[in-house]
T-cell receptor, first 113, second 115 residues
Framework: KAGVTQTPRYLIKTRGQQVTLSCSPI?????VSWYQQTPGQGLQFLFE???????NKGNFPGRFSGRQFSNSRSEMNVSTLELGDSALYLC????????????FGQGTRLTVV | GENVEQHPSTLSVQEGDSAVIKCTYS??????FPWYKQELGKRPQLIID?????GEKKDQRIAVTLNKTAKHFSLHITETQPEDSAVYFC??????????????FGGGTRVLVKP
């Protein structure tokens, strides 16, 4: 079974631009959660999508948004990029919401210059 | 919301010794506590987890204990090996309402096993 796949692996963007990151969960998994990892703030929850609906949202500004498609693949979008958005963005796939084990993808390293 | 504190932030041990990492959580409604290992440049990987109806769980050289009354849980690694060197994260998942799969992570412990 293929693991969680995130694309792209690396991105360099300029302040003010927007970016879209993609996550393909493990086959059969319906929940996708997104996390931001930075040296200063650690791993912070962004949001979770389950059956195409946002299930929960972390404490991030509205510039961070996401969606999930009928095949459970998820995208997250960050608009009007700021330098502080530079981070490793990780998605985690679970079979169900609230019960399953979370398996992480390898992440997308976003650098904002 | 849930808050998870993790100690120590760094831990250096001699190969063959034991390593212990401790985490405390704030919300008694949390019911699931996974531990992840993250090697440099790699994804966090689940190494062991425990649910609130269990006090201890072991998997070879790794064990986790949970004290619900005190709201803390610990990771124990015995007979450490150089390949155990990594950053370890504890996490808690709240069971109430629309919590879903939201994990609240501790700040991480950088473990260095010296040969």
């Amino acid at each position: 079974k293929a693991g969680v796949t995130q694309t792209p692996r690396y991105l360099i963007k300029t302040r003010g631009q927007q970016v879209t990151l993609s996550c393909s969960p493990i086959s059969g998994h319906r929940s996708v959660s997104w996390y931001q990892q930075t040296p200063g703030q650690g791993l912070q929850f962004l949001f979770e999508y389950f059956s195409e609906t946002q299930r929960n949202k972390g404490n991030f500004p509205g510039r961070f948004s996401g969606r999930q498609f009928s095949n459970s693949r998820s995208e997250m979008n960050v608009s009007t990029l700021e330098l502080g958005d530079s981070a490793l963005y990780l998605c985690a796939s679970s079979y169900d919401s609230g019960q399953g084990t979370a398996f992480f993808g390898q992440g997308t390293r976003l650098t904002v210059v | 919301g849930e808050n998870v504190e993790q100690h120590p932030s760094t831990l250096s041990v001699q190969e063959g010794d034991s390593a212990v990492i401790k985490c405390t959580y704030s919300d008694s409604a949390s019911n699931y506590f996974p531990w992840y290992k993250q090697e440099l440049g790699k994804r966090p990987q689940l190494i062991i987890d425990i649910r609130s109806n269990v006090g201890e769980k072991k998997d070879q050289r790794i064990a986790v204990t949970l004290n619900k009354t005190a709201k803390h849980f610990s990771l124990h690694i015995t007979e450490t090996q150089p390949e155990d060197s990594a950053v370890y994260f504890c996490a808690a998942r709240w069971a109430g309402g629309a919590a879903g799969n939201k994990l609240t992570f501790g700040g991480g412990t950088r473990v260095l096993v010296k040969p």
